[in-house]
């Protein structure tokens, strides 16, 4: 592991998880006939992001000084994982939520484990539906379906 890279990327991701918050605060309340609103998921992964990198920042600290020359940082998986969370917001409303969280799923799965394509098929497509089956028909809020 290297630790000052893994203490900036907490940094960052702190910042990140903290204007994912305060960004979906200016969502509307409620979305048309939804009981849920839309601004639930964005702050609960904030939240969650900022949760996640308070630990990393404090294992990081924890961690013993590294001796030697540490781990280089692995900045082809990074860049790869980045462009698809880029083309996911992209073509979140164009193509759905069911197709977009699929296909971000199969290529972080890949990313960071390459094979397994049955395994990684089948659970990206089970939370894709699975996800949007609960949050549209179970909590009754609103997510961008399949493209028309």
């Given amino acids: 592991m290297n630790k000052t890279f893994d203490r900036y990327a907490s940094i ?20 048309y006939g939804s009981n849920v609103g839309p601004d639930i998921f964005p702050i609960g992964l904030g939240v969650l992001l900022i949760l996640l990198s308070i630990k990393l920042f404090i294992e990081t600290i924890k961690m013993k000084s590294e001796t030697g020359k540490g781990a280089k940082p692995d900045y ?24 977009t969280t699929f296909l971000f799923l199969v290529i972080g799965f890949q ?37 028309i």
């Fill in 76 to 99: 082809k998986r990074f860049l790869i994982i980045f462009a698809a969370a880029v083309l996911y917001v992209a073509l979140l409303e164009p193509l759905g939520y069911v197709i």
């Fill in 111 to 147: 990313v960071l484990e390459k094979g397994g394509w049955v395994k990684t098929i089948l659970i990206a497509f089970a939370f894709s539906f699975g996800i949007y089956y609960v949050f549209v028909n179970v909590l009754q809020g609103s997510l961008p379906g399949f493209p």
């Fill in 12 to 31: 960052i991701f702190l910042v990140i998880g903290i204007f994912f918050v305060v960004e979906s605060r200016k969502i509307g309340a409620s979305s």
